[in-house]
């Protein structure tokens, strides 16, 4: 056995160091700060409405789409250079962009300042998981990865919350004292967003003094500079440059990327002519063509990669299926509030006091439970995790039934913690599988397309198909309960993956060797 295999199957050998536990401490709380500025918007989404003259379609697209194209679409490129740069500088920068680009949401003035301030965002935040995954994988062994995970994922869960409660303080107070404005004539939504993107600047100074972990020798394969690479990757999903890319390839593969353009292109008028939405699917068609451009050239940079994500069968439905678990999830998360407040009539720092507190608690509790518990089953059974996605997908069903067909706001409350709690528990078992799945070294890379699924499939659609629907049939209610519509669909994906998996982790190393001819 050769000095670094011997060296790595120590490192899995042994248990996590107590800097190992600091590092994620400090990744849990940047994760946070992350959800306060990406989910914020909910609490302030009535108010920014009025404002700014939206439709809920709109809104869905604010909260959905306009973050997540560009942060999926991104978080290929930097996934991969989070695979062969300094992932600690790296994850600063982003912190740095992203609450940079929170702050200027605050002196948005129509929807399409604020749409470009959200995609800004959306670019920053794409460096958060790609780099946290990946430290998290050398900094954890891999029978404790699943419950490192899990705990860094609860950050998603205590950002959402805690977003919920401060913005309607931060709004409440502002308006208060500022009825007419205050400075720049700024109103109380927008003192929100400057009030919680100016701290991530403070914040990246404490993400940059993390030690960054060794790697295995095979991080250092290329002979490009990392940077350089990551030019290369982003070219591959922007037009024109796609085309070029394709052309390389051979003319069978530019007309192939000709038509997969001319399909996305033609979804995507159909789908505005039917909705009225033009953002939201432009966005979307150029999201899907982006991501098959990409896999289509990274089959051949990079054949064992694309062997080991996009060739697995087991990979490619856990991600799909986890992606509509978060579907409903991120639908939950923004419209809850607005719900509440407009369906309801709850007044807004109730709900967001409860709703905030809750959905940070059930989601900590859910996905810390989930995580441990995936861990449990998958040292019993090599599909053990997949189950606790399963309970993941199916066990909100009820009570977001329940939740949305109530007038009882007590009633409301107690089944949106249940959905939040059983929908949480999937996290930590999904990102676990996806990652053991490949080798160390396209770890950032499997985050990504991990992530994908999350956000072009989950929070892409998710936020939006509830606007739209709601508009549609003038319900709000009938938008959310549209939701569980999804369970079925991620339940076949699941019951696929859990056949496929066993096999699919045992010939790793073999299958990455024969996609490179070895």
Known sequence: MSNDATAAQVREDAPASAYSWYVLGVLVVVYILNFIDRQILSILAVDIKRDLDLTDGQLGFLGG???????????????????????????????????????LSGFARNYLTLSLARMGVGVGEATASPTAYSLISDYFP????????????????????????????????????????????????????LAVGVPGLLLALWVASLREPARPAEHNATGRHPLSDFFVDLSMLLPPFTLFHAMRRGWTALVINVAMAAA?????????????????????????YAVFSWAATLRRHDPATFSLIWGTPAFICTALGYGLVSLGAYALAFWSAPYAETVLKLPKEELAFVLGGSGALSGFLGVILGG????????????????????????????????????????????NFLAGLFAATALGAAAATTQDLVLPRMRGTATASFFLATTLV?????PYMVGQISELTGSMRIGLLSLIGVAP????????????????EATIALRARAATGE
């Open 264 to 288: 996305m292109t033609g979804l995507a008028v159909i789908m505005i002519g039917l909705t009225g939405n033009l953002p939201q699917w432009s966005a979307m068609a150029f999201g899907y």
């Open 142 to 193: 891999s029978r404790q990865r699943a419950t490192a995970l899990a705990i860094y994922s609860s950050g998603l869960y205590l950002g959402g919350g805690v977003s919920l409660f401060i913005g309607a303080k931060i709004s409440k107070v502002w308006d208060a004292a500022y009825p007419g404005g205050g400075a720049a004539g700024l109103v109380g939504w927008q003192a929100a967003f």
């Open 65 to 103: 789409a306009a973050f997540a194209v560009f942060y999926a679409l991104f978080g290929v490129p930097l996934g991969r250079l989070a695979d062969r740069w300094h992932r600690v500088r790296l994850l600063t920068l982003g912190l740095v962009l992203w609450s940079t680009m929170t702050a």
């Open 458 to 462: 989950g929070l892409a659609i998710g």
């Open 372 to 415: 441990r518990m995936s861990d449990w089953l998958r040292s019993r059974n090599p599909s053990g995790r997949i189950l606790v996605i399963m309970f993941g997908i199916v066990a909100p069903v009820i009570p977001i039934w329940i939740g949305f067909t109530t007038e009882n706001a007590g009633l409301f409350y107690v089944m």
């Open 489 to 504: 669909i991620s339940l076949a994906l699941l019951i696929y993956a859990y056949r496929a998996l066993p096999d699919a």
